[in-house]
């Protein structure tokens, strides 16, 4: 593959909008990738990392010259820069996100959109605690999964140019709905994050010397930042409180049997989270 | 340092005795490791990777020509071997274990042994949810810290000798009542396995492809040996209770304020966990 897009239009550059630059950068999928939003020391940063190859001036100008535009923004803000963007998009052109959410997305997205858009949504399941362009990394999507969230005006054209856009940095792109997308991940991202900040919150300070790896891996995503989190959530909310309800159903099973001492319960319960995590390696 | 000790006994080489021996032989620290368990095919591995020098025949003969003992079986295990091992050992040998809990423990061994001791209580705070001496490493304590835990019969001298063990393959140590410890540990490192185990059982096989990096951290103890946690919780059922309680109402705060949508609350819990989790770092 060789030079895909003429020109890349990145709206947000931090850790994931940074690593997209540095994936089209490094396999030269595209000949400019202009970089916007709303912090100019960011912009400069990623100039000078060769993550972009331009700052873009405005949106209208940037867009309007673009193949591609991918909105790499906090989830709150995702939907304003895909109605502006698609406002100005030539014909040809895609648009899609990177946001942790989707249902709430989708449908500010086509309460303001024409009936048939060129917007997909997007989540490539890759990311890190860390945060900036500083820790971009050009082969974070490598082997990982994207889910593709068409909203009801998305083209199927566009689903097949943004399906091809993951697979062009190293993804594999699967299609649900923004709500199947949604309630699987309250429990594969979401509500691991609140148990890792519910943990680390409930750790009385004097017991931090004592922390081995396993608080330490525990704990890790709760070092993430709070902004982006509150944001997830709050896009999230039915979801994540049914995942946390399960989960507090399960907890709830281990704090009778562990106050009953029925020993033979402790063990099936952790038996069950072992044989679920050994499923998935390390 | 070189040749603390003539003779070596460590009782059970998984992954904690196989790193013990493997720092000592590194180390030059002992001239003879004898290794002793119930298995002989763990055992013959040990031999095989010059974990241990030899493989003892009895306990008896393996402790009597011994200047330290350390019992690194599961926790529901130990009092017996130490008993045992503190019924043949020399005036100049003095006996430690690993064990992750300590007040049970030292109950038990209080109640059978004289009341001028050479046992100490030895938790090194370094592990892996590996398991077997296959994955020890000479280098597992390095830096670590170890919590002695003397029992009321433990002498000063037995406890300096303890002391001066770990410091010699590279661990720092401290010494606290066996209770302590105990209730410490409960959130350092138990509710975090009791937390994981449920988070993983909690969770839908079909979210488990769009799982990242958060659910495999936050999970990954529960991958741990089902029997030794079972044994663990068994033997700290009061303070795993306190901090499982301590926990829930963490939680709880965080459900009633996604409840509600009070973004506000959510946000301060999620910032109480990230700064608790940032002060230790990765």
């Known amino acids: 593959l060789s030079q895909c897009y003429d020109t890349v239009t990145i709206v947000g550059v931090g850790l994931l909008g ?68 698609a406002a100005v998009c030539p014909a040809s052109c895609v648009i899609t996100d990177v946001g942790s959410t989707k249902a709430h997305l989708v449908r500010q997205v086509d309460a303001q959109l024409p009936r048939i858009s060129s917007f997909v949504g997007s989540h490539p399941i890759a990311g890190s605690h860390r945060q900036g362009c500083g820790a971009a990394d050009a082969r974070l999507f490598t082997g990982a999964l994207t889910v593709l969230t068409p909203t009801q005006a998305s083209t199927s054209e566009s689903i097949e140019a943004i399906r091809d856009f993951w697979q062009s940095i190293g993804s594999h792109a699967v299609v649900m709905s923004p709500e199947q997308h949604d309630a699987l991940v309250a429990f594969s991202s979401h509500i691991p994050h609140v148990v890792a900040a519910a943990l680390a919150a409930s750790t009385p300070p004097d017991a931090l010397p004592l922390s081995g790896t396993g608080w330490r891996d525990t704990t890790r995503v709760a070092s993430g930042s ?11 909310q039915g979801p994540v409180l049914q995942a946390l309800s399960r989960f507090q159903e399960v907890l709830n099973q281990f704090q009778n049997a562990l106050t009953t001492g029925d020993w033979n319960q402790v063990e099936s319960l952790l038996l069950q989270g072992k044989e679920l995590r050994d499923a998935l390696g390390n």
């Open 226 to 236: 709070v902004g982006l989190w509150v944001d997830i959530l709050r896009t999230n």
């Open 18 to 85: 940074g690593s997209i630059g540095l994936a089209l950068r490094e396999r030269k999928l595209s000949r400019r990738v202009l970089g916007i939003g709303r912090d100019r020391q960011h912009l400069q940063e990623a100039l000078d990392r060769q993550i972009i190859t331009q700052v873009a001036d405005s949106l209208e100008e940037s867009v309007g010259s673009s193949d591609l535009v991918i909105v790499c923004v906090p989830v709150g803000d995702i939907a304003g820069w895909v109605v502006r963007a």
